[in-house]
């Protein structure tokens, strides 16, 4: 049960709310759930990611969200063009943060506390998260337990559920700009507060409670990639086991797609070939329950990359032309939140890694190329692993000035990007070059390189 403070301020805020009659205005005669979709498939249009749901919608004309997040706030603006947030009835970010301006940049641009300057009221929770630090259960309370948690005690509900869920958005949009480097060693305390939850809370209700496995396998996912695009591969394959066991706890199907989706990419990544294969298969039988023919165009890739890692180029094939068959159905409803990465650059960059591993460089870099063209800049750290993909595969097929110019694009990227899988990429692409110093514009990206290397 919450705290008589806790309720009190519970009863506070919900006296407080008022009924936000512009957005339900907007909404017409849509129901809640058919609004969620369409907000969820706006979103898709702008390369956003957002969990809208029924229960979001409700909340929003309750009032209860006097300010969307960042995201939201692009996807309503995108939907209602020419609107305002005072037009959708929002009350002005600066109010809702009473009065509190815009955080400064930090001198280290890439430590999770940016999430200050990006941050609203429905992330409060979060920020805390990140913030503290400590024991299991200090991390817990992080998450609005509060210090006397009582195992088989403390129930779990919205308030708890919700932080969980929301730490997963921050931590995927944070890799997304920044990479994983300054992320990873932070992300552990949200990690480590959402299973002492499942360790130690009891859900008032069943969905309560899948919503929270499905929260804490998401979360241990996402720590898996920060340790495994920084380099702790066994990091990496520890977290991605955990979410594997959390999903088969739960029979959450999507949640076990995943999770092997990522573990065949850290296989191949280690060169354990035949286990990306194996791993990409049983996402693949995992994701035939779902309705998603991205999911299983993405897993067919990652097939793909196992077969070409193997030299296997006719599996290799026939693997990339099933992605292509899925890829073209379109998106669904019933794609994963957490996809919203996977669009034609990123198809375009897999296919390059395949070319590539199979030593048909030119071709790879074609690929490579049109992921690079075809990305939005605002997920910085994909369009610095697409260049740098690019500048590696033109190096080995023989174009030097080219690939030196492209290393040049990723080093100006790496200026807000840290990401210890492009940098080795890079790495390897000036150690393919150093042979051709004299080449136009050769020397100049390896010096370069250099001084970013001896910094640090």
Request: proline residues 3%; charged residues 25%; neutral net charge.
């Amino acid at each position: 049960m919450a705290s008589s403070s806790q309720a009190s301020g519970q009863a506070r805020q919900a006296s407080q709310a008022v009924p936000n009659l512009a957005f339900r205005g907007l909404r017409g005669q849509r129901s809640p759930g058919e609004f969620a979709a369409a907000v969820r498939k706006a979103a898709r249009e702008i390369g956003e990611q957002v969990s809208c749901d029924a229960r979001y919608i409700g909340r929003v004309e309750a009032g209860e969200i006097r300010c969307p997040n960042y995201a939201y706030e692009r996807v309503f603006l995108h939907m209602f063009h020419g609107l305002t947030l005072a037009d959708l009835g929002f009350t002005a970010r600066e109010r809702v943060r009473g009065g509190r301006s815009r955080v400064p940049e930090p001198a280290h641009p890439f430590c999770p506390f940016d999430i200050d300057s990006d941050i609203d009221e429905e992330s409060d929770v979060l920020r805390r998260a990140f913030m503290t630090s400590g024991t299991t259960t200090v991390a817990a309370a992080s998450l609005g337990l509060g210090l006397g948690l009582v195992p088989n005690q403390r129930r779990v509900g919205e308030a708890e559920v919700n932080a969980v869920e929301e730490a997963v958005r921050r931590i995927r949009l944070l890799d997304d700009r920044h990479g994983a480097d300054g992320l990873y060693r932070r992300a552990a305390q949200p990690l480590r507060a959402a299973y002492a939850l499942l360790d130690e809370g009891t859900a008032a209700r069943r969905s309560t409670a899948d919503r929270l496995h499905a929260g804490a396998g998401e979360l241990a996912i996402s720590v898996g990639w920060l340790a495994h695009d920084s380099g702790r591969v066994d990091d990496a394959r520890s977290h991605y086991a955990e979410a594997l066991a959390t999903a088969r706890v739960a029979g959450d199907g999507a949640l076990e797609a995943h999770a092997f989706c990522n573990t065949s990419f850290l296989a191949r990544d280690a060169g354990r070939y035949r286990e990306a294969v194996r791993s990409a298969q049983a996402g693949q039988r995992a994701a035939g329950r779902l309705a998603s023919p991205r999911l299983l165009s993405l897993l067919a890739l990652r097939e793909a990359g196992g077969w070409a890692g193997l030299g296997d180029r006719s599996a290799c094939e026939k693997s990339l032309a099933r992605a292509h068959t899925y890829f073209d159905r379109g998106a669904a409803d019933a794609d994963p939140e957490w996809m919203s990465f996977f669009a034609e650059p990123e198809l375009e960059a897999l296919q390059a890694q395949c070319w590539s591993a199979l030593g048909e460089w030119s071709r790879a870099a074609r690929h490579a190329h049109r992921a690079a063209a075809l990305q939005d800049r605002r997920f910085t750290r994909n369009l610095a692993l697409y260049r740098a993909e690019l500048a590696l595969d033109l190096a080995r097929a023989g174009s030097p000035a080219e690939a030196a110019q492209a290393g040049h694009q990723v080093l100006d990227l790496l200026e807000e990007v840290k990401s210890s899988r492009i940098q080795s990429m890079l790495t390897d692409t000036a150690r393919v070059l150093l042979s051709q110093r004299r080449a136009g514009g050769v020397g100049a990206f390896l010096d370069r390189h250099g001084d970013v290397v001896r910094r640090v």
